[in-house]
């Protein structure tokens, strides 16, 4: 089956403790991105990546890291979450320029953070 | 249609009747837009899209209505069902150097009574 897959689905941590969120897509997809979704505000993206080694910023990217060693894999990382980083994240993969369906992005089911 | 407040607008509509849901886009230079659904518990799903060059598309008891003209997008969903009931998204979209950088509504709470 065709998925974005987010791990773990819900984290409660605390001030200052690094964390990992990690995401992979087995759809072969080129672009891959984060985003972090709060009351009111709507989805915003934090990083994006647009292939192996290639990210780059989003709208929000302060206080968050990305990588991109593999095609499948995107991991969202928090070096010393705040407080503020308390959200429902989100990880995205679309196809890559000149594929099909190359604009709709396939979204894993969410993680819910919250940071003490 | 989508706010501009903190609490999500919501429309409340009865099994059967038909919902529009409307969305304000903000750049004139966006060619490319989707909408959304997003049930509770879940990550957003890709229900329709449409491009800048067209005015209207149909999907299945779904249409897309795009007026570039006031920058309004509408989505229509015929006989509403209860299944229905979610959060709607609607996301402009503008090529960038050959990049892809999409800008999500905040979104509209349909909610659907039996």
């Known amino acids: 089956e065709a998925q974005v897959t987010q791990n773990p689905r819900y984290l409660i941590t605390v001030t200052g403790k690094k964390l990992t969120v990690t995401c992979s897509q087995n759809?072969?997809?080129?672009?891959m991105s984060w985003y972090r979704q709060d009351p009111g505000l709507g989805l915003r993206q934090i990083y994006y990546s647009m292939n192996v080694e290639v990210t780059d910023k989003g709208d929000v990217p302060e206080g968050y890291k990305v990588s991109r060693k593999e095609k499948r894999n995107f991991p969202l990382i928090l070096e010393s979450p705040s407080p503020n980083q308390t959200s429902l994240y989100f990880c995205a993969s679309r196809p890559g320029q000149g594929a099909p369906g190359k604009n709709i992005q396939y979204f894993g089911a969410g993680t819910r953070l919250s940071v003490l | 249609g989508e706010s501009v407040g903190l609490h999500l607008p919501t429309l409340s509509v009865q099994e059967g009747d038909n919902s529009i849901i409307n969305c304000a886009y903000s750049?004139?230079?966006?060619?490319?837009f989707i909408w959304y659904k997003q049930e509770s518990g879940k990550g957003p799903q890709f229900i329709i899209d449409i491009r800048s060059n067209m005015d209207k598309r149909q999907g299945q008891r779904v249409t897309v209505l795009l007026n570039k003209t006031v920058k309004h997008l509408s989505l229509q969903i015929a006989a509403t069902q209860p299944g229905d009931s979610a959060v709607y998204f609607c996301a402009e979209n503008i090529s960038t150097g050959g990049s892809y950088i999409p800008t999500f509504g905040r979104g509209t709470s349909l909610i659907v009574h039996p």
């Open positions: 750049n004139s230079a966006s060619d490319y």
């Open positions: 759809m072969n997809h080129e672009y």
